[in-house]
Every structure is written in C-alpha cells, then in structure tokens.
C-alpha cells in the first residue's frame, strides 16, 4: 500500500525555471492538496482539489498551478521559480477532504531555488 | 481567524520518562483534532485522533487529552523512546481545510 507518493524527492532550480513535482496517491481518495513548510510557519495551503476537474486556491497559491485529471494524480507547477518558493513542499490527502478527516501525506519535496 | 498553536518549540526528555506536549486552539467550535509525528526528512505522521464529545483518548503508547473549558489538548507519550524524537504538531478544523501547528520538537536523551 504505497499512499501518497511524490518524486522529486530533491530538487534545485534556477531562478525563473520552470518544474513539475508530481504526486500521487492509491487510496482512491477525492480530496488531494499540496502544502508547502517553512521553518517557524507551519504547514500552509497553496492549492486543493476535491475532485477530478475541480482545483481552488488555498492560502498561498501565487507562483504555482494545479490541476487535477484524474482522481489519482495532482501535480504542482511551478511557473517560474522564485527563491522565495525555496521550501519543503508535501501533498496531501483525504477521503472526501471535510475539515473533521484526517490527512495522509506524502514523504515530501524539498526545493531550493538559486 | 481560527488558530491552532502549540505552547513549546522544543521539549527535552530521558528516555523511558513520560512526555506531554501542548496546544492551544481559538475555535470553541472545533469539533476533531489530531495529532502528527513528522521524522527529520519525512512527511507528516498520523498519531492519534479525537473528537470533541470526547475528553480523552489512548492508542498505543500515546493519549490525547481534550479539555474544551480552555480550549487546550494535550498529546502524552508513555516511556518515551529514542525514535519518538520528532517534530510534533497538532491540527484542527479551519474554514474547508484543517489548520495546523507550529510544531514542538521532541528531544529524547538517553
């Protein structure tokens, strides 16, 4: 049972560059959602998604796309890199994402861009 | 907004004593919590969670205390060991998505 998985699991970037970082998850779950870490900021939401075909916004969406064709895959894009997206990004999921369900998260990203 | 925190950025602890790490919440109606164990380099951990027509509730090594008077619960590990050394955190119900902690780090020492 592989959960969430996510590749990169490392990943530099040049300022400007433009990546994907994958994510997955085998649980048939509908709720999927990409978190990114900071030291002293805690977990913060950057984009959801509650269904195929249906993303939105979260706290800190700026800098970064989803999008969400299948029920088992929810990539990340960076459009163009910043150092200030410089962080561990983690996705996560849950059955059908209501605030009262417990998440699942994968092993995490960690991004620094020069 | 709702807010979930936690009071310590670091415990330290002996091996084989008990551990109790903290947090504090702003939303008299939040309903769930849990509780994640995050390992250096890994991601997020499920522990244990607990809803609100609880007080208390244990799992294997580890219990979760609920007082909603004070809006604070509370995660106790049982004979803490070298590998519960950890980030721990805490979560609850935000407006459509959980919130989240800052994290208390756990030190065990033997």
């Known amino acids: 049972n592989a959960g969430v998985t996510q590749t990169p699991k490392f990943q530099v970037l040049k300022t400007g560059q433009s990546m994907t970082l994958q994510c997955a998850q085998d649980?048939?779950?509908?709720?999927m959602s990409w978190y990114r870490q900071d030291p002293g900021m805690g977990l913060r939401l950057i984009h959801y998604?509650?269904?195929?075909?249906?993303?939105d916004q979260g706290e800190v969406p700026n800098g970064y796309n989803v999008s969400r064709s299948t029920t088992e895959d929810f990539p990340l894009r960076l459009l163009s890199a910043a150092p200030s997206q410089t962080s561990v990004y983690f996705c996560?999921?849950?059955?059908?994402?209501?605030?009262?369900?417990?998440?699942?998260f994968g092993s995490g990203t960690q991004l620094s861009v020069l | 907004g709702e807010s979930v925190g936690l009071h310590l950025p670091t415990l330290s602890v002996q091996e084989g004593d008990n551990s109790i790490i903290n947090c504090a919440y702003s939303?008299?109606?939040?309903?769930?919590f849990i509780w994640y164990k995050q390992e250096s380099g890994k991601g997020p951990q499920f522990i244990i969670d607990?809803?609100?027509?609880?007080d208390k509730r244990q799992g294997q090594r580890v219990t979760v205390l609920l007082n909603k008077t004070v809006k604070h619960l509370s995660l106790q590990i049982a004979a803490t060991q070298p590998g519960d050394s950890a980030v721990y955190f805490c979560?609850?119900?935000?407006?459509?998505?959980?919130?989240f902690g800052t994290g208390t780090r756990l030190l065990v020492s033997p």
């Open positions: 998604s509650v269904g195929a075909g249906i993303t």
């Open positions: 996560a999921s849950s059955l059908r994402g209501h605030p009262n369900e417990k998440l699942f």
């Open positions: 649980m048939n779950h509908e709720y």
């Open positions: 939303n008299s109606a939040s309903d769930y």
């Open positions: 979560a609850g119900p935000g407006f459509q998505k959980l919130v």
């Open positions: 607990i809803r609100s027509n609880m």
